[in-house]
């Protein structure tokens, strides 16, 4: 062999070696996508992803090469890579981690990376009107720092979309990214809406009188099954569960008449359901609320929730209805005379378009199932069925309904695989 032949043969048995001792390396890049600055949100309502992917999109605006996911896809292998995150999370139920990100914290955080080479901004989400204000972020913030990680600036912890919290958020940004007039956020523009129809779902009931309501919405943007309706009226501004699919140009709603114990009424519920005469005008805006949207792949589906919980598992019922999917939907109210919310239409699907199990807090019959989260555990086998076959939950609703369907489903389910279920999108709760 001449010596070039040589030389060669050496260049390229140093190549392999070299290739082959980089390999590790480069598949945690080739997992991360290189990407040095992340953003990363923990929503439960869609708001925190909005404000996130504000970033992200500022980020990417000023030139860096930053990638943004959900706070349950991320991975040690992100954060060893990462250099620079910025998280915004939001905090639920009674000071927990939205349902997307709750694998992350019972799995990641107990046992993560140290993260020395880690700088992070953080924006937490929240309302003080709640006992545990904003304690999953404040969590997420003592986690990093434990790990190393560098705080860029102090972290900002919003009270109830408090604006000037929000300018600090956004002159934060401003700073880092040299972009003064941040991109808007997704938010959708508010639109005159009038009340079209208002009839009563439940008269005669023990409950508080509830209302199906439908509203003219020819200038809302497209909605899909899963969002929310955010209503401005006399400078209040509230949110309920869109109760229709986004194909027609009236928007649907379920509104329970609040009436306080010193004989006030809600707001809101009041106007709509009391003051506001048909052709009465107020403002909406679709919040697009994605985590809580039907899985992609279509699927079976369990629907859990009470009284006007119905309103978001119905348009969710009709988009199974449209994919052609079997769902099985579980309904709780108070009274078997006075609360079968929708009869007309429910009752007249097909057991192959929906299992329908309605129970009744207040039914006379003593072996009757009472509560949602009775009807799950009478049916056990029926829902490691179901499970089995890769049907999502989904849950809608009133708080204390939603932790004790979350309690029953975990002791027949098993905590992790609750977890999981929720980190993959196949278990999710609108509750409020
Ligand atoms: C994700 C989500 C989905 C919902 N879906 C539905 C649904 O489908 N159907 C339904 O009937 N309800 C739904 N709600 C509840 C709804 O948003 C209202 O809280 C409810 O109608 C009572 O409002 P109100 O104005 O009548 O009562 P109020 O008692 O006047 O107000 C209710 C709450 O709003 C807050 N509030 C009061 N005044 C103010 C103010 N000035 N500024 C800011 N906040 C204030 C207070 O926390 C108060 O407890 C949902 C709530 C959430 C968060
Ligand atoms: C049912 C429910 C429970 C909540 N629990 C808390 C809480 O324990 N602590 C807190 O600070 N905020 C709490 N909040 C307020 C949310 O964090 C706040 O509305 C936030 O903006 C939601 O952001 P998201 O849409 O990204 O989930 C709660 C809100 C709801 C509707």
New binding site residues.
Partial sequence: MSSTAWALAASLLWLAATCYWLRPLWRRQQTTGEHQTLVVWASQ?GQAERLGRQALRALQAAGQPAAGLPLGRLTPAHLLACRQLWLVASTYGDGQAPDSAQAFEHRLMPQGPALPELSFALLGLGDS?YPHFCAFAKRLESWLRDKGAQPLQDSIYLD?QDPDGLVRWHASLAQHTGIHALPETDEQPWQPVALLSRSALNPGSPSLT?YHLSLQADGLGPWQAGD?LELQHA???????I?NLGSSKQVE????H?M?EDGS??????WLCQQAAPGEQLEARVHHNPSFALPESPAPSILIGSG??L??LRALLQEQLQRGQPSWLLFGERSPEHDRWLASELDQLTPQQVLLQRCFSRNGAADAPRYVQDMLRDHSEQLHDWISVGASIRVCGSMAMGQAVDSILQGLLGAAAIKQMAADGRYRR?I?
Avoid: C, E, I
């Fill in positions: 309502t009107q109830n509830a929310l400078g209040q501004r509230r949110l309920y569960s109760a709603l379920l509104v329970r609040v306080k009424q809600g707001l809101m519920s009041g006007t919980g309103a978001g609108d409020y």
